[in-house]
């Protein structure tokens, strides 16, 4: 007698029932309406703490009538893939505009950050290739390491030696190193400079995804990158994304002309998917210049960023070593991050409960973002919810700062 076919839709359901009955379920809710930081759910209005929208530009006006300008000359859709007929005016001055803003020769477009690793990934690596990745990197890169058939090997957080010893492992395999720039679990910034200079002793090529780094760090917020000095020759690949701090949708591959060439002709996400709206490509064009004229944005995030964690340091409050617009709130468990979110929620603020797979069992977290949309009563009233929570106080490092 032979054994029935698995339902995979059965599976499926199982699953997401293990996942409930773990309290892990994750579940979808409705925005009715946004205005800044303030979002309105189910009748009720809230301050939110969750969203990555760093520069506080989703919403501005001049993003709004680029938009609906492009569009009433275009219409919405970019009606085919780029590399037939969907590539218009506005793709090509963006990806202009962001190759000279990330000092690189090309840039390319993808609907989606996701989809760009992928892209990369999938088109510079082989199956006789090793992918060298953080521990933390975001899930896209691991996938595209994955889906390439290369050999993947994953080193401890921000362990430059460790990668060094994995790279050495391997001295006659072609080889690509990949992290974050910045970390968007834990808001930390990856060693780059050392990690490029590692790359160029071993003749591995370098990828930083700086999704949650470009448009905030830098003294012209050209990203982790940027802020650390290393050019085109240093880190022949850079990925970001539109959608965080630019508060537009999709992301670029920057790098040489050779590189982008080939990514057109091998890069399966790009040839093969729809462009980008062309109105979405002009909202994010205006987002770039906004974002490099209005150095104030990222001053001010800066400073509502220093008056969060001092403001937290004085509650004891058990904070990540971050210093970037993602402040984590490390609570462990996964029914604990839960019960915090509930609890501000309850007071009016929206702050995202971050649990396993996401992270790690045992570190769950609240994960806090700022934006320049915030002003410092809003970042006032946020420390006086969290001081309700009554956590317990977090081990003070030397500077003052939770460890």
């Not at 919405?76 to 780029?82: D, E, I, L």
Request: aromatic share 4%; hydrophobic share 45%; net charge neutral.
């Amino acid at each position: 007698m032979t054994t029935p076919r698995p339902d995979l839709l059965h599976r499926l359901a199982v699953q997401t029932a293990e996942r409930e009955s773990a309290n892990l379920r994750r579940r979808l809710r409705t925005i009715d309406r946004a205005d800044g930081p303030w979002l309105e759910i189910g009748g009720r209005r809230l301050l939110s703490f969750c969203s990555n929208d760093y520069l506080g530009l989703a919403q501005h006006p001049q993003l709004v009538a680029a938009l609906n300008r492009a569009a009433r000359e275009e219409g919405v859709g970019s009606t085919s893939a780029h590399l037939i007929c969907g590539h218009r005016r506005e793709h090509a001055e963006l990806e202009e505009a962001l190759a000279a803003w990330s000092g690189r020769e090309r840039a390319l477009l993808f609907s989606t950050g996701y989809m760009a690793n992928l892209g990369v990934l999938q088109a510079l690596l082989a199956r006789s290739d090793v992918c060298v990745q953080d521990k933390l990197n975001h899930a896209c890169l691991l996938d595209g390491a994955k889906l390439s058939g290369a050999e993947l090997k994953r080193y401890p957080h921000a362990d430059v030696d460790a990668a060094a010893r994995q790279l050495a492992a391997h001295p006659t395999t072609a080889a690509l190193l990949a992290t974050d720039g910045v970390f968007s679990m834990d808001g930390d910034v990856a060693p780059l400079r050392e990690l490029a200079q590692l790359c160029a002793r071993e003749q591995a090529t370098l990828l930083v995804d700086d999704a949650h780094g470009f448009g905030v760090l830098g003294d012209d917020g050209a990203g982790s990158l940027g802020a650390a000095n290393l050019g085109q020759h240093e880190v022949p690949l850079l990925m970001a994304t539109l959608g965080k701090a630019l508060g537009c949708s999709g992301a670029f591959v920057a790098g040489s002309a050779a590189l982008i060439e080939g990514l057109v002709q091998f890069a399966r996400p790009y040839i093969y998917t729809t462009a980008m709206p062309p109105a979405l490509a002009a909202a994010a064009l205006e987002a770039v210049q906004l974002a490099q004229k209005e150095a104030w944005r990222r001053e001010k995030l800066l400073l509502l960023i220093a008056r969060f964690r001092r403001g937290a340091a004085e509650l004891g409050l058990p904070l990540a070593a971050s210093t970037s617009a993602i402040q984590p709130l490390l609570l462990g468990s996964a029914d604990a991050a839960l019960a915090a979110a509930q609890t501000l929620e309850r007071q009016g603020l929206l702050v995202t409960a971050i649990r396993p797979p996401t992270v790690p069992a045992g570190q769950a977290r609240l994960r806090i973002t700022l934006s320049a949309a915030h002003e410092e009563a809003h970042v006032d009233r946020l420390l006086a919810a969290l001081e309700t929570l009554r956590l317990p106080a977090a081990p003070r490092a030397a500077g003052g700062d939770p460890v």
